[in-house]
């Protein structure tokens, strides 16, 4: 049962790797699972929940999010006011969204409620601390589309992962897709037992707020590279910053890390016959789409982790709307075979239905 | 002149009187100009939910098509009240109340990028906001002394329209995508505030996007601060990025 996987994260993060991966879908099967065991739980969306019809294909239809009388909602103030579930006011923050300014409120009696919370991390982060404070045993924080920044772990504490037919008609390559977001997802933390190690932490420590890019050579010793350099630069600028730090072990990068930079390291790495690790924040700064890390790892070009997340379970969608649809029971065996380690549910199946009312009853 | 106020929790469309609930449609059916065409629109109307369908006019377009104006009585009633206030419903300014608001509350020029982004090799939108010759006789954010504009073009990587964005200090950035319903041109708008994220910029940066089919619904869950579609004029863009600048200015202190 998804509520006994994800109990661990006090805040849990909902991620999707594409639209219509069954995000909200998996968030109502928590909710009532929570509801059913009498937990106090907190709702926040970084995208807009419960709405009736899709925003780009109103042929489709959402599901709805019910809550219970005594849950926590942060979502706008003329959403909660059109819902006509009673609540009352907790906090009135200052995020403003495009469908309004964001209220943490309690309801009074259950509903369903449209729920659009903030969309910024640092944002998402205070109403989650704002509904814990307040009395919530857990705070779910619902993604939207494909966004990912939620489930960093300064953000929250664990996440489960939506994939879905949607992704690909062939269903190999939806299976090779969702292994990589895996992959990611898990990406190994950086063990920190060489002076290199000691010496990405500490600067990444310096850094803070100021994100930067440095390559660490194996005595911990560090060349910081230009402002934006992981952003903007190209094979020769990369190359000049290798030659500049010939022995270098690591390279930190506290931002983003997008694939034209990685691929145009791994091109220069295999003609200087050199290895290096790079080493993120966590997985959310990470932006690969053509090959996952493993695919790098066996290149020579490894990645980690300064933050692990925690990836608690895996949701199927074999539905692709207005499309296609596999076969629930041989997508998910297809997916266990490739991915380890992970439980993957298709919360809509008969079979989890029936666990859940043997369990209910 | 006496009016009668309407009643804003139950508005309907009107013709002749308040409440009468009519509405116009034309459409065109597949099928040959005939008698039978006009009761399968007469049929089609009522499967609406349309009360007292009309046929106006009907004609044959060209073979085996018949184009038709209808009447119908619409049944149902929105609550306005509800909607009222909703998102960014504000009252724009002119260029020179925007020249004023900025002096005024930030007493400095707001930098602005902006690009079509990914695959998209559509620049038309983002020209039309940005550059001086504008878009429906106003011009664009580059002819107002209060911006400062970055122009980047189509078909621009997200990373490169980050870096520049983070060079020259963007209070604002400003994407248009045309967004379809394949998956690939929404992902390259959410990647891009997944980047912004990553970089630690996303509390400095306005986020905007725009596009024929983005509207505040898409901009939210996509994590944009602001969405304009179709209609929208420079001030109008000018308006929202001034007012919403000096309020997180205002908020910070």
């Not at chain 1, 909902?14 to 991966?21: D, F, I, P, Q, S």
């Not at chain 1, 809550?67 to 059109?82: H, Q």
């Not at chain 1, 992962?161 to 939806?174: F, K, P």
């Not at chain 2, 039309?128 to 504009?149: D, Q, S």
Request: charged share 25%.
């Amino acid at each position: 049962m998804l509520i006994d996987l994800t109990s661990s994260a006090r805040r849990l993060a909902l991620v999707g790797l594409a639209k219509n991966t069954g995000k909200t879908e998996t968030l109502a099967t928590l909710l009532r699972e929570l509801q059913a065991a009498g937990r106090t739980v907190g709702v926040t969306s970084v995208g807009r929940d419960g709405e009736e019809r899709d925003v780009i294909d109103a042929r489709i239809a959402k599901p709805r999010v019910s809550l219970v009388a005594g849950s926590l909602v942060a979502s706008t103030d003329e959403l909660l006011r059109a819902s006509g579930v009673p609540h009352e006011l907790l906090e009135q923050t200052d995020v403003r969204t495009p469908l309004g300014r964001v209220l943490v409120a309690r309801l009074r009696g259950p509903g369903t409620i449209e729920v659009a919370g903030p969309s910024a991390a640092s944002q998402v982060r205070a109403v989650s601390e704002t509904m814990l404070g307040h009395g919530a045993e857990q705070v779910l924080i619902d993604g939207a589309i494909d966004r990912r920044a939620a489930s960093s772990p300064e953000v929250s504490d664990g996440l489960v992962m939506a994939t879905g037919a949607v992704l690909s008609e062939d269903i190999s390559e939806l299976v090779w897709r969702t292994r990589d977001a895996v992959e990611l997802a898990r990406l190994p933390a950086l063990e920190i037992d060489t002076p290199a190690a000691r010496g990405a932490l500490a600067l990444a420590r310096a850094h803070g707020e100021q994100r930067g890019a440095a390559l660490i050579g194996e005595d911990g010793e560090a060349l910081e590279l230009a402002p934006r350099f992981v952003l903007s630069a190209d094979a020769a600028e990369i190359a000049h910053a290798l030659d500049a730090h010939p022995r270098a072990q690591l390279l930190l990068i506290d931002g983003a890390l997008p694939e034209r930079f990685m691929q145009e390291l791994l091109t220069l790495l295999r003609r200087l016959r050199r290895p290096l690790t790079v080493v993120v924040g966590d997985a959310t700064r990470v932006f690969l789409s053509a090959h996952g890390i493993s695919w790098y790892a066996g290149q020579g070009l490894e990645l980690r982790a300064l933050r692990p997340t925690s990836l608690l379970a895996l949701t199927v969608n074999p539905l692709a709307p207005q499309s296609h649809r596999f076969d629930s029971a041989e997508l998910r065996a297809l997916l266990e075979d490739a991915i380890e380690g992970v439980a993957i549910l298709d919360v809509c199946s008969a079979d989890y239905r029936e666990a859940q009312r043997a369990l209910s009853s | 002149m006496h009016r009668e106020q309407p009643d804003l929790t139950a508005v309907k469309p009107y013709a002749d009187h308040r409440g009468d609930g009519l509405v116009q449609l034309s459409f065109t059916l597949p099928v040959p100009y005939s008698l039978a065409a006009r009761r399968a629109a007469l049929e089609l109307l009522a499967r609406m939910g349309f009360e007292a369908p009309e046929v106006v006019h009907y004609e044959e377009l060209t073979e085996g098509y018949t184009y038709f104006v209808m009447y119908g009585r619409c049944v149902q009633a929105i609550d306005f009240t509800t909607l009222q206030g909703e998102g960014f419903d504000i009252e724009y300014m002119s260029e020179d109340e925007i020249e004023r608001f900025v002096t005024e509350h930030l007493g400095r020029r707001i930098v602005v990028v902006g690009a079509s982004t990914g695959s998209d090799t559509h620049s038309v939108g983002i020209d039309a906001m940005l550059n001086l010759k504008g878009y429906h006789g106003h011009h664009g954010l580059e002819g107002y002394r209060c911006f400062e504009t970055y122009n980047l073009g189509s078909q621009v990587p997200n990373s490169v329209l980050l870096a520049r964005a983070i060079e020259v200090g963007a209070d604002a950035i400003l994407v248009s995508q045309t967004v379809t319903q394949q998956n690939l041109h929404v992902q390259n708008l959410t990647e891009l505030v997944e980047m912004v994220e990553a970089e630690g910029k996303r509390g400095q940066m306005i986020l905007a996007c725009g596009g024929p089919r983005v509207s505040n619904e898409l901009a939210k869950e996509l994590g944009y601060d602001a969405g304009f579609s179709k209609g929208t004029e420079p001030q109008h863009l000018a308006t929202f990025l001034a007012r919403e600048l000096a309020a997180r200015v205002a908020a910070t202190g």
